[in-house]
């Protein structure tokens, strides 16, 4: 699992309440990404960096920031979860340059009420 | 916008056979594809990539091929194995672009 771990696995929250998804790597990887999974939609891109506190947007990140204060750390935060944003989220690092495998971790399931 | 699609949700195939998962994308600027296999409760997990400068690529019981003329990319599994049952993705990556763009998955079923 290329030294990736997502936590927590699992979690259910309120709606309109804050929630922080965390994704810790081992291998002192530059590029890490985070994305969601929903049936129908495949894999999308929410947030991905670059490096420490070099973040950018991907193709569904309303709603959502993220921070990268350490290379080993990429958070995940809905400033105040929605309905819509039960899913399941998948952080990824690559290994090298930006066409690179994307190698995951194995996921937290959110589910908001 | 432009996308990375699959022709078939479902594959089911006799094990031992070969199984052929294939994948349509509309965008000719891709330069970078990429075969995933996930099972369930895990994440992505890779298998293969080839880029546009390629017309095939194998690794160990798998082959991809390229077909840029017709912007079709197939995942050739040899000798399928029960522990070949999972869902397939394909993505591309556009001219060395951060964002890959997957596809919807292909879900392969092994007949005993």
């Known amino acids: 699992d290329a030294g990736i771990t997502q936590s927590p696995r699992h979690k259910v929250t309120e709606t309109g309440t804050p929630v922080t998804l965390r994704c810790h790597q081992t291998e002192n990887h530059r590029y890490m990404y985070w994305y969601r999974q929903d049936p129908g939609h495949g894999l999308r891109l929410i947030h991905y960096?670059?490096?420490?506190?070099?973040?950018d947007k991907g193709e569904v990140s309303d709603g959502y920031s993220v921070s990268r204060s350490k290379t080993e750390d990429f958070l995940l935060t809905l400033e105040s979860a929605t309905s819509s944003q039960t899913s399941v989220y998948f952080c990824a690092i690559s290994l090298g340059t930006v066409n690179s495998p994307l190698h995951f971790g194995n996921g937290t399931r959110l589910t908001v009420t | 916008g432009e996308s990375v699609g699959l022709h078939l949700p479902t594959l089911s195939v006799q094990e031992g056979d070969n199984s052929i998962i294939n994948c349509a994308y509309s965008n000719s600027a891709s330069d970078y594809f990429i075969w995933y296999k996930q099972e369930s409760g895990k994440g992505p997990q890779f298998i293969i990539d080839?880029?546009?400068n390629m017309d095939k690529r194998q690794g160990q019981r798998v082959t991809v091929l390229l077909n840029k003329t017709v912007k079709h990319l197939s995942l050739q599994i040899a000798a399928t194995q029960p522990g070949d049952s999972a869902v397939y993705f394909c993505?591309?990556?556009?001219?060395?672009?951060?964002?890959?763009?997957w596809g919807a998955g292909t879900k392969l079923i092994i007949k005993p």
């Open positions: 080839i880029r546009s």
């Open positions: 960096s670059y490096g420490v506190k070099d973040t």
């Open positions: 993505a591309e990556n556009i001219r060395s672009n951060y964002q890959l763009i």
